[in-house]
């Protein structure tokens, strides 16, 4: 999915005028894209002349410490909240079970969707 690095940004309008849904606009001093309305289509990656419009891959590291965050945050919350060190430890075992099963999710739609190029 694209993402825009708004310090990259100059507000050209490039993006807005060629996304084919128009699912980009400019937004103060820079663009944004509805992800809502966003098609994947990639037209936008190829015409930005400052590139900043950037691929989502580049964001994966931020995304990962994001989650590890969110989840060493929640165990201090559930010690904190819930009185012991032991739940701290379920509360992580929770937060690996959410993961897993976003990744099954993840890993079954990608399945579906190559089925898709079988038909």
């Known amino acids: 999915m694209p993402w825009i690095r708004q310090e990259d940004c100059v507000s ?12 980009i606009a400019i937004a103060e001093v820079s663009a944004a894209i509805d992800m809502a309305s966003c098609i994947r289509c990639g037209l936008c990656h190829g015409i ?11 964001r994966v590291q931020e995304w990962v410490e994001a989650n590890v965050t969110r989840a060493t945050d929640s165990m201090d919350l559930c010690e904190r909240y819930l009185g012991s060190e032991a739940e701290k430890w379920k509360c ?11 990744m099954k999710i993840a890993a079954m739609t990608v399945e579906r969707l190559r089925e898709l190029t079988k038909a």
């Open 92 to 102: 992580l075992d929770r937060m690996i079970n959410h993961f897993d099963r976003e």
């Open 48 to 58: 930005c002349p400052t590139d900043a419009i950037r691929h989502d891959s580049e």
């Open 12 to 23: 050209c309008g490039e993006c807005v005028e060629r996304c084919p849904v128009d699912a």
